[in-house]
């Protein structure tokens, strides 16, 4: 961990680092250097049990069992193509949204499986929220409308100073009211990309979900923006469940709580390799397959 | 050194010469080509101006015709008639046609699917008195009488594969990854296509909507059998309604000099119509396109 300064020096933006008052990246170390140990008891949010996602006939991720625990940060990590993303988008169904997209096994939100034949997916999408790769604000609607969309979007009708307020506490909740204040009647389009993505993040929180999903929520920032989004993720983590697959290592022993090591098999299927407490598995990983991914051997 | 260099640079073989020579001649060949299409645009455009804008007078506009053989008198029935008739055929063919695109592309491997899309390909090309002849057969004969409200159901028909191609690639052409940030938020699905969807891709829809109406505009054939022809100013779309082609076509087959200007006039407005959707959909839409 402490070689994190080191390589902030070398993307050369430490002067830029410390000049944001707010930064709270250590928190998260620092409350692991105070020994606090992570039970492996903790209440679980999504329980996976043996799911396999396909495209078509061919099988993307194989027989993944993972327990998710609740309120913590949980990355998912692996080299390109391992199936990081199909595996995330399975858990809010929207893997289903691909053509061709099947998938079998169990997925259970607070122990009720959201794969069940009664289980509406926009119910599920609503208590577990996703956030993409490349910002996404709708084109065509305003900051403020941005932010309500989908809470007003699956609903008849709203109450306007109930919107506003709910306006305010998400982006409050992303870190971003401040910034775009005088801006809510601008177009989303119109900020910049590490703010559309933190008014992405805003627009999932609005609806209030339980679990957030954030597939590479950094890779198309700068690293300014992307530690902005880190501070944000640690401190969202006392409300949400946090699931964010990242290719960079240094992002998933900063931001998680738990790792999760993802590879292809021999039939190019994503297995789950290894799971375990971030620190743990980044400093003594138990299976070589992980440690070689870490030291950076290949993927 | 010097003259090695010279030497390779300037290749003057026979393959190079003969080379260049053919290209020179495919240049002007195509070019002439293009200058002919120019040309007789121009010569149908600044024809069509000569005879038609120099008749063009407000009393031309806003006048209702005189009896035959008696000059004078404007064309103020059949412009209203046009206007209602293709309002009309656009409240009817706009949902259908682009409800039929958000339906092609929802499900796009749906065979049903395929074969609406390729139905559409075949109806663009359905003669439009063919059109004309079907509603004569389903909806003038059943109801009586020659009404405006027929001439829109073959309009709409005209329309209807027009707005569902345009509006097919326009949706096409919405990000998916907007589709799916909308979908990952709970909005359920029909209303991701309405709220977001359709307001993303309401440009191009409006451009495929002024093509449609553009192209309707002007086909003379069907309304012969459909809303016929009117003297008078009638708003009354069950009754018989005047259309800018059917006079055109009325006044240039006529016997009297009078109605032949008047025919060349109507065409100028309608060309002028035609030529204006256009170039809307050219440079106003696409401009705001890019903002
Ligand atoms: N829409 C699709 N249709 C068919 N196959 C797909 C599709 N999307 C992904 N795949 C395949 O599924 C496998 C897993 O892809 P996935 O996108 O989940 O990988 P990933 O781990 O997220 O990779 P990356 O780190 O590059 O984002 C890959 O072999 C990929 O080729
Ligand atoms: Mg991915």
Redesign the interface.
């Known amino acids: 961990m402490n070689k994190r300064d080191d390589q902030v020096n070398n993307e050369g933006t430490a002067t830029e680092e410390r000049s944001l008052p707010h930064r709270r990246v250590h928190l998260h170390s620092e409350h692991q250097q105070q020994g606090e140990q992570k039970p492996a008891d903790m209440p679980i949010s999504i329980s996976i049990q043996g799911l396999n996602a396909y495209y078509g006939k061919f099988r993307a991720v194989k027989n993944i069992t993972l327990d998710i625990k609740a309120k913590q940060v949980t990355s998912v990590i692996g080299p390109s193509g391992c199936g990081k993303s199909t595996m995330l988008r399975c858990l809010?169904r929207?893997h289903e949204?691909t053509?061709n997209g099947r998938t079998d096994g169990k997925v259970l939100l607070d122990d009720e499986d959201i794969y069940d034949k009664r289980v509406d997916p926009?119910?599920?999408?609503?208590k577990i929220?996703?956030v993409?790769q490349?910002p996404?604000p709708?084109?065509?609607m305003s900051v403020f409308d941005n932010v309500v969309?989908?809470f007003k979007?699956?609903r008849f009708w709203v109450n306007k100073s109930e919107l506003a307020d709910r306006v305010e506490l998400a982006l409050k909740q992303a870190s971003l009211w401040d910034e775009v204040k005088d801006k809510l009647n601008q177009s989303g389009m119109a900020l910049s990309g590490g703010q559309q993505q933190r008014l992405?993040i805003a627009?999932?929180l609005a609806?209030e979900p339980e679990v957030v999903l954030m597939d590479e929520p950094c890779s198309a920032l700068d690293p300014v923006a992307t530690l902005k989004i880190e501070d944000l993720i640690r401190q969202l983590t006392s409300k949400y469940t946090i699931v964010i697959v990242t290719h960079n290592m240094q992002q998933a022993a900063r931001v998680s709580d738990w790792t999760t090591f993802l590879l292809m098999g021999d039939d190019r299927a994503g297995e789950l390799i290894e799971y375990g407490e971030t620190k743990q598995l980044f400093t003594n990983p138990k299976d070589e397959r992980t440690e070689a991914y870490i030291t950076g051997r290949f993927g | 050194m010097a003259t090695a260099t010279q030497s390779k640079l300037h290749v003057t073989d026979l393959h190079f010469r003969r080379r260049k020579i053919a290209d020179r001649l495919a240049f002007i060949a195509l070019s002439a080509c293009a200058g002919i299409t120019v040309f007789m645009l121009l010569i149908i455009l600044s024809y069509i101006f000569y005879k038609g804008a120099t008749q063009i007078d407000w009393n031309f506009l806003t006048a209702l015709p005189k009896p035959a053989g008696e000059p004078g008198g404007g064309i103020r029935n059949a412009l209203i008639g046009s206007v209602i008739i293709v309002a009309l055929a656009s409240l009817m063919a706009m949902p259908i046609g682009i409800g039929t695109a958000i339906f092609l592309n929802e499900f796009p491997s749906f065979w049903v699917g395929r074969a609406i899309r390729f139905l559409a390909d075949v109806l663009t090309a359905v003669p439009s008195i063919v059109v004309g002849l079907a509603v004569y057969t389903l909806v003038v004969r059943p109801m009586g009488s020659f009404s405006g409200f027929s001439g829109s159901v073959a309009y709409a028909f005209i329309m209807i594969p027009i707005i569902i191609i345009t509006a097919q690639e326009a949706l096409r052409l919405v990000p998916s990854n907007l589709r799916e940030a909308s979908l990952a938020l709970g909005v359920p699905r029909w209303r991701t296509i309405l709220m977001i969807v359709l307001p993303v891709s309401s440009r191009a829809l409006l451009t495929g909507l002024i093509l449609a109406v553009a192209r309707a505009l002007g086909e003379t054939a069907p309304m012969l059998f459909t809303s016929f022809g009117n003297a008078f100013g009638n708003v009354n779309i069950s009754k018989p309604t005047a259309t800018v082609p059917v006079v055109i076509y009325r006044y240039a087959t006529g016997p009297y000099d009078d109605w032949h200007s008047q025919a060349w006039a109507a065409a100028f407005i309608l060309v002028g119509v035609i030529l204006l959707a256009s170039i809307i959909t050219r440079f106003v839409i696409r401009s705001k396109f890019d903002e």
Not at chain 1, 122 to 126: E, F, K, L, N, S
């Open positions: 809010n929207m949204e053509q926009v119910a599920v999408r609503r929220g996703m993409f490349k996404n709708f084109p065509t969309a989908g979007l699956n992405c627009r999932t609806v």
